[in-house]
């Protein structure tokens, strides 16, 4: 009795500090940027009689609707386009591959630097006078610059792919590996052709892989500020962008945490419609 | 066969699509002309050679190691404790801080950056490094308690009962038994944490006041094309420095799991 007090009580005191520290700074922002959304700027000070002024000006205003969609609509965009490019590479890790260890290192690496600098080197890339342009007309394959490579949603979406790969490739590999290797002679035995196998067998097997890798890069992704400041242009602005102005240059603490709060309840509301579909989809191909 | 070569083709673009960004700037941080395009115009080093003359830059650097340092302290003892509560201890509510302990990863930055923002100002914590150094910590613990968590993992608790089972105290046993057992996965935790510290841009970018970190000063130079060059020597810097940590660590995790075996 007395071990198990004592086990008891030294895990509570051994978690205690990372548990609090986390949970003041997740529910002590939350509580005040509540507050902070039913209050006034007036100029330099705050007033702070509550109303639902901002949330109607926010809810009301078509460019942050417009804002709101295109983060939700891009962020999509990014996480689809994450999941089938990297799908390949993690079921090639998974089945294919002999030195599996080198294979994640090697996809790892680059992602160990910079998210700013990664970025700014797209910027780079994509740029009218940039890499990929002079590199095209250098080698005679085009004769002008491409326009449509940088400032707009494509960058975007082809940044943030980039950025997210490995949190894409990462869990569809380890649900890839769980799967039981008979199951898959089972299905070949009963008659499966590879493509068919793959469809029954392996894929719904790695929906957990794929709900997770999509979660992972859905819900960052929404809020993002770097790649649509660098990369987007006016085409490409997103909600983030809109957040920091508040804070920033117009100086409008109480809408910007109005934004926050409503960009936080929209993106947990897609995930969770996005997470139950999935899997209710997954049983049904079974 | 033929289906495993196309797979084997698709995943080497694919790599090479992962790498262009990481080896551009390098490459471009030795060009000697200011446009980044093809054809390079010679080769210089004149670029890395004007980075230590910047004292802007220098004072950022300094920011930068203060806030990384003293965030890969606490973020790395949090994690340490909590790590070994998780995986030695049963308690009520264990499953509920496990999960919390991760919530970081998934709040969008902006999100993060702002409510910490407003938090700070709320108790009169003014924008500067020491709220750069709470934030960053905030972040950085879900990668130290995975750390630790693998480094518990792989250690044999009989080793710690046999301590106590020998007279020695509590304190005694965490410095002569575990601490030593799992150092690797602290290491690797300190130098992971560290790097999450010292690369991040969006919650420095609110939280920093007039204190700028790097990311925060590298931000204010993309800016500028005339001074594109320095930007490119140093960012290529940062990168080898990042990869270079993390490498490391990544060989501390190693040798802490392989201990077990």
Redesign the interface.
């Known amino acids: 009795m007395f071990k198990l007090r004592s ?9 205690a ?3 609090l ?3 003041l ?2 529910a ?3 509580v ?2 509540v507050a ?1 959304s039913m209050w006034t700027q007036t100029y330099v000070s705050i007033d702070r009689t509550p109303t639902w002024a901002n949330y109607r000006e926010a809810l009301t205003d078509p460019l942050v609707r417009h804002l709101m969609i295109r983060s939700i609509l891009i962020a999509g965009a990014v996480t689809v386009a994450t999941v089938l ?1 990297a799908y ?2 993690a ?3 998974a089945f ?1 591959a002999r030195k599996k260890t080198l ?1 994640l ?3 790892t ?2 992602f ?7 970025v ?3 910027k ?2 994509l ?1 009218f ?3 990929m ?3 095209l007309m ?1 080698t005679g394959m085009i004769d002008e610059p491409l326009t449509f490579l940088l400032y707009n949603e494509f960058a975007v979406v082809l940044t943030l792919a ?1 950025a997210w ?1 490995p949190f894409a490739i990462l869990p569809i590999y380890v649900s890839l590996q769980k799967i039981d290797p008979s199951l898959l002679e089972a299905a070949t035995d009963l008659g499966n052709g ?1 493509v068919a196998r793959f469809l029954r067998v392996t894929l719904p097997l790695t929906i957990p892989g794929i709900i997770a890798a999509s ?2 890069i859905f ?8 790649t649509p400041s ?1 990369v987007g242009g006016s085409d490409g602005k997103m ?2 962008n809109l ?2 102005v508040q ?1 920033g240059a117009a100086n409008n ?1 109480p809408l ?2 109005t934004l ?1 709060l409503l ?2 309840l929209a ?1 947990g509301f897609v995930a969770l419609v996005f997470a139950l579909g999935l899997t209710a989809a997954g049983r049904r191909i079974r | 066969m033929k ?2 070569n196309g ?2 083709i ?2 080497t673009l ?2 090479a ?6 080896l ?2 390098p490459l ?1 941080s030795f060009n000697d002309g200011t ?5 390079i115009k010679g080769w210089t080093l004149d670029w890395y050679r004007q980075l230590g003359a910047q004292d802007t830059l220098l004072n950022a650097l300094g920011n930068s190691l203060i806030v990384g340092i003293t965030t890969a302290l606490l973020a790395t ?3 340490l ?2 790590a ?3 995986v ?5 509510g ?1 499953e509920a ?1 496990e999960g ?2 991760m ?9 993060v950056a ?6 700070f100002i ?1 108790i009169g914590l003014k924008p500067s490094l020491t709220a750069v150094i ?2 960053h ?2 972040l950085a ?1 879900p990668f130290s ?1 995975s750390i630790m968590k693998s480094a518990f993992d792989d250690f044999d608790a009989s080793l710690e009962e046999a301590a106590y089972d020998l007279g020695s105290t509590v304190l005694e046993t965490f410095r002569r038994v575990t601490l030593p057992v799992v150092a690797p996965g602290i290491v690797s935790s300190f130098l992971v944490t560290f ?1 999450v510290s ?2 991040e ?2 919650l420095a970018f ?1 939280l920093s006041g007039n204190e700028p970190t790097l ?1 925060v000063y ?2 204010s130079q ?1 800016r500028f094309p005339a001074k594109l060059p320095n ?1 490119l020597a140093l ?1 290529s810097v ?2 080898l420095a ?2 270079l ?3 490391v660590a ?1 060989y501390f995790r190693r040798r802490s799991s392989s201990k077990s075996a």
């Open positions: 086990d008891t009580s030294r895990g509570l005191t051994l978690a500090p990372a548990t520290y986390v949970g700074l997740v002590a922002p939350l005040i940027l902070y490019t390949p590479i079921y090639f890790i294919r294979w290192l090697l996809i690496i680059p160990w630097s910079s998210y700013l600098l990664r700014f080197a797209w780079l890339i740029g006078n940039g890499v342009n002079s590199a250098v980039h790969a590879a979660l992972i819900i960052p992704t929404v809020g993002d500020y770097v660098l909600i983030a957040i920091q804070f603490w910007g945490a926050s960009a936080m993106v | 289906r495993a797979l084997l698709y995943t694919y790599l699509f992962l790498y262009l960004p990481v551009l700037l471009f446009i980044v395009a093809f054809p003892s949090m994690g404790f909590a070994r509560a998780y030695r201890n049963r308690f009520p264990k801080s919390l302990v919530l970081p990863l998934v709040i969008p930055g902006i999100i702002s409510s910490m923002l407003v938090l709320s709470l934030g910590s905030f613990l308690v790097t010292f690369d841009f969006v609110f990311p590298i931000w993309i930007t960012g940062l990168l990042s990869v940590l993390l490498v990544e």
